[in-house]
């Protein structure tokens, strides 16, 4: 079993940035392929960004590239999302999500894809 507690999440205005954190733990917490997604109110849960088991390979949901960053430290056991730039858009909750993999691409982007999550953090920016 893998347990993922978020952490980072508040209210800030436009234009600020704010870092959410992941910390995996558990017997296979050094072998997952990680991602964020979000889910605001009304509408269904996004990918934000995924990143490989090593950290070498991440994808960006389109609205958030040249604005987030997603990377991990610490034994690929905890993985970060750096959000500069923040717009009211995008206020949602935010979900770690995990599955086990040892592929240095991203290969999971859909959150059928992912086994384990985090409880999710809320992120509120407003204008």
């Known amino acids: 079993q893998v347990q993922l507690v978020e952490s980072g999440g508040g209210l800030v205005q436009a234009g600020d940035s704010l870092r959410l954190s992941c910390a995996a733990s558990?017997?296979?917490?050094?072998?997952?392929?990680m991602g964020w997604f979000r889910q605001a109110p009304g509408k269904e849960r996004e990918l934000v960004a995924a990143i490989s088991w090593g950290g070498g390979s991440a994808q960006y949901a389109d609205s958030v590239k040249g604005r987030f960053t997603v990377f991990r430290l610490g034994a690929r056991n905890t993985m970060y999302l750096q959000m500069n730039s923040l717009k009211p858009e995008d206020t949602a909750v935010y979900y770690c999500?995990?599955?086990?993999?040892?592929?240095?691409?991203?290969?999971?982007?859909?959150?059928?894809?992912?086994?384990?999550w985090g409880q999710g953090t809320q992120v509120t920016v407003s204008s």
């Open positions: 558990g017997r296979a917490s050094s072998d997952l392929a």
């Open positions: 999500a995990a599955v086990l993999s040892r592929s240095i691409v991203v290969r999971h982007t859909s959150p059928d894809s992912y086994d384990y």
